[in-house]
């Protein structure tokens, strides 16, 4: 199993963040290269749409309001993975924050370090877009 993570650190308070990016229906409020999500199943599942058009199918694993963290697995989509389960967190620190967006993953027809650098570039990109979208 390969596995990836990012975080960043942001000066804004951790109850923002967790409003704007907590909700499992909210990546396109936040992460450019989600512009459409819908959700099935009593909010269990989110439909998500890429800027390449690509259906992405998620389950909800866990949701920790109090926590500020949520893990979901993949149940569709263009990655070459199965097996995909990723968490994504606020965590306070001081006046501001940090966000983790870690995930595991068993490659298929790709190298472990392949996988670990498409997803790893993934949460690089989506958590300095969230920090652009609350900094400028």
Same mark, same amino acid.
């Given at each position: ?21 907590? @909700?499992?229906?909210?990546?396109? =409020? ?7 999500? $819908?959700?099935?199943? #009593?909010? /269990? &599942? ?30 569709? @989509?263009?990655?070459?993975?199965? =097996? ?7 965590? $306070?620190?001081?006046? #501001?924050? /940090? &966000? ?37």
């Amino acid at each position: 199993m390969a596995t990836a993570q990012a975080s960043i650190t942001l000066a804004t308070d951790a109850n923002r963040v967790w409003q704007l990016i907590g @909700g499992f229906d909210a990546l396109p =409020d936040w992460l450019p290269f989600i512009p459409e999500s $819908a959700l099935s199943e #009593g909010g /269990r &599942v989110r439909t998500l749409k890429s800027v390449a058009g690509d259906t992405i199918i998620e389950r909800l694993l866990d949701f920790n309001e109090a926590g500020r963290s949520y893990s979901y697995t993949i149940l569709k @989509g263009p990655a070459p993975v199965r =097996d995909y389960q990723s968490t994504l967190r606020v965590v $306070a620190e001081g006046s #501001g924050s /940090r &966000v983790e967006w870690s995930g595991s993953f068993v490659p298929v027809g790709i190298s472990d370090a392949d996988a670990t650098a498409l997803f790893a570039g993934i949460y690089e990109d989506g958590l300095a877009a969230l920090k652009k979208g609350l900094e400028g």
